[in-house]
């Protein structure tokens, strides 16, 4: 059912937590489903140095959560704004239709961290 990567990081979350301010922090949800994810970065000349994550879901969720905060090191704006569900998809090794929610609830939080990030320039 899961791909080994997706269980690796599910067994073995990467970069659990939380930043303090100034970091950038958001929180998002899926109604559908009641999945939470908090995302906060630390960012330094317009690249990500720090990722943090936690959430509150299923298997899916939190092997996303990981992958992505592995992506995000050393990315600029203009990196994070490529990012889409498929791509969290390839980082986990695929989802099953009924997790694919896990891959949209990263690329909402990282979309909404840009958003905050340009309203405080």
Same mark, same amino acid.
């Not at 990315?75 to 994070?80: A, F, G, H, I, R």
């Given at each position: 059912?899961?791909?080994?990567?997706?269980?690796?990081?599910?067994?073995?979350?990467?970069?659990?937590?939380? @930043?303090?301010?100034?970091? %950038?922090?958001?929180?998002?949800?899926?109604?559908?489903?009641?999945?939470?994810?908090?995302?906060?970065?630390?960012?330094?000349?317009?690249?990500?140095?720090?990722?943090?994550?936690?959430?509150?879901? /299923?298997?899916?969720?939190?092997?996303?959560?990981?992958?992505?905060?592995?992506?995000?090191?050393?990315?600029? /704006? *203009? *990196? =994070?704004?490529? @990012?889409?569900?498929?791509?969290?998809?390839?980082?986990?090794?695929?989802? *099953?239709?009924?997790?694919?929610? %896990?891959?949209? =609830?990263?690329?909402?939080?990282?979309?909404? @961290?840009?958003?905050?990030?340009? %309203?405080?320039?």
């Amino acid at each position: 059912m899961y791909s080994e990567r997706l269980l690796d990081h599910f067994r073995n979350p990467r970069n659990v937590g939380q @930043l303090d301010p100034p970091a %950038a922090i958001v929180d998002v949800s899926n109604p559908a489903c009641g999945d939470m994810l908090r995302l906060s970065a630390r960012f330094d000349q317009g690249r990500v140095t720090e990722a943090r994550y936690q959430t509150r879901g /299923c298997t899916a969720s939190i092997a996303a959560g990981s992958a992505l905060t592995e992506w995000m090191a050393g990315k600029s /704006c *203009e *990196e =994070l704004r490529t @990012l889409t569900p498929a791509m969290i998809e390839e980082l986990v090794g695929g989802l *099953e239709p009924a997790s694919k929610h %896990a891959a949209v =609830l990263c690329a909402d939080a990282v979309k909404r @961290l840009l958003l905050n990030l340009n %309203a405080k320039l």
